[in-house]
């Protein structure tokens, strides 16, 4: 949920996300950690001093015993997204710091959205971006299980049958503060889950002649491009 979303963005979900407030090393230990309690383990283990990685992790070994292969981690080019394509390789680096086999393939939009929608399951990660609505119904529209499947939008199959009961739940409810009361348990759900990985929200800014035109708000999700400008509620500067 974007954060500028203020009504319905639940404050207390950036605390429940591994890491919160830890620094950089820390971070890098707990996903040690987390890693060795799955089951995982190293031909060479990593090891972080402060925030240093003093020796990056060789040959992650998974539960079952066997090594686990390159992941590919599919990502928009710089020509699209440099921001998008920026963050790819730092987690490519990131990860492989700590052993993961993480490679980040920057390619063409329109081939991501072929690989993960249009085609069955035919991805190990992908980073794609989104433009959303004020009402979050996308919440239900991206994580409950009867929208997984090709050319939907749970494209990566995410089933949990509490979170589809409260989403039917959300979406049939004419009440808006028990709707509100029911996002914030889905964005709780979601936060332990973490069925996605919410990387950055783009900020937008725009230009316009403040002593020509005088609009009615000038903050608002997406930007007032996203409003088409509201010309009909444009004032003539005086």
Same mark, same amino acid.
């Given at each position: 949920? /974007?954060?500028?979303?203020?009504?319905?963005?639940? %404050?207390?979900?950036?605390?429940? &996300?591994?890491?919160y407030? +830890?620094?950089?090393?820390?971070?890098?230990? !707990?996903?040690?950690?987390?890693?060795?309690? *799955?089951?995982?383990?190293?031909?060479?283990?990593?090891? $972080?001093?402060?925030?240093?990685?003093?020796?990056?992790?060789?040959g992650?070994?998974?539960?079952?015993?066997?090594?686990?292969?390159?992941?590919? !981690?599919?990502?928009?080019?710089?020509?699209?997204?440099? +921001?998008?394509?920026?963050?790819?390789?730092?987690?490519?680096?990131?990860?492989?710091?700590?052993?993961?086999?993480?490679?980040?393939?920057?390619?063409?939009?329109?081939?991501?959205?072929?690989?993960?929608?249009?085609?069955?399951?035919?991805?190990?990660?992908?980073?794609?971006?989104?433009?959303?609505?004020?009402? /979050?119904?996308?919440? *239900?529209?991206?994580?409950?299980?009867?929208?997984?499947?090709?050319?939907?939008?749970?494209?990566?199959?995410? =089933? =949990?049958?509490?979170?589809?009961?409260?989403?039917?739940?959300?979406?049939?409810? %004419?009440?808006?503060?028990?709707?509100?009361?029911?996002?914030?348990?889905?964005?709780e759900? #979601?936060?332990d889950?973490?069925?996605?990985?919410? $990387?950055?929200?783009?900020?937008?800014?725009?230009?316009?002649?403040?002593?020509?035109?005088?609009?009615?708000?000038?903050?608002? #999700? &997406?930007?007032?491009?996203?409003?088409?400008?509201?010309?009909?509620?444009?004032? *003539?500067?005086?």
């Amino acid at each position: 949920m /974007p954060n500028g979303n203020v009504f319905w963005y639940n %404050p207390n979900v950036e605390k429940l &996300s591994p890491g919160y407030g +830890m620094s950089s090393g820390d971070r890098r230990k !707990l996903a040690i950690d987390l890693l060795k309690k *799955a089951g995982f383990k190293w031909v060479v283990e990593p090891k $972080i001093e402060g925030n240093n990685v003093v020796r990056q992790g060789r040959g992650l070994i998974g539960p079952n015993g066997q090594r686990i292969e390159q992941i590919e !981690l599919l990502a928009p080019g710089a020509g699209y997204d440099p +921001m998008r394509a920026t963050i790819a390789m730092y987690i490519e680096r990131w990860a492989n710091e700590i052993g993961i086999p993480i490679k980040a393939n920057l390619v063409d939009f329109n081939l991501i959205v072929q690989k993960v929608f249009d085609e069955p399951f035919n991805f190990d990660i992908y980073m794609l971006g989104w433009s959303l609505g004020y009402y /979050p119904d996308h919440v *239900a529209d991206f994580f409950h299980s009867k929208r997984a499947g090709v050319g939907d939008y749970n494209a990566a199959g995410y =089933n =949990n049958p509490e979170f589809d009961k409260l989403a039917d739940e959300f979406l049939a409810t %004419p009440d808006i503060e028990k709707a509100r009361e029911l996002s914030f348990k889905l964005q709780e759900i #979601l936060a332990d889950d973490v069925p996605y990985v919410v $990387i950055f929200d783009t900020p937008t800014t725009e230009a316009f002649r403040t002593d020509q035109v005088i609009f009615p708000y000038e903050k608002t #999700l &997406s930007g007032l491009q996203y409003v088409n400008g509201t010309p009909t509620l444009v004032k *003539a500067a005086k």
